[in-house]
């Protein structure tokens, strides 16, 4: 969220709600989440073949390469009141 968007959400609370901006930035709150799904150090994810031979995921699969999998997914989020306006 920029910092404009940031200073019109709090004018919109502001005077909807009739206080002052400083006490309509407690209305809403933001934050991002990551998720570490693989590690490559710490985590392996083997795959056992029929003739009895382990491999690690990513030496197995020609779909998922080792980039993908240590991938960090972000996703971002806005929690706020809603106004009925």
Known sequence: MTEAQKEALNKEYA??????????????????STSNTYSEKADT???LYSDGTVRDIAEASEI?????????PTKRYLFRYRLNS
């Open 45 to 47: 994810i083997d795959i």
């Open 15 to 32: 005077q909807y709600l009739g206080i002052s901006e400083q006490e309509a930035a407690y209305c809403w709150s933001e934050h991002v």
């Open 64 to 72: 998922l390469d080792l980039e993908a999998l240590t991938r960090k």
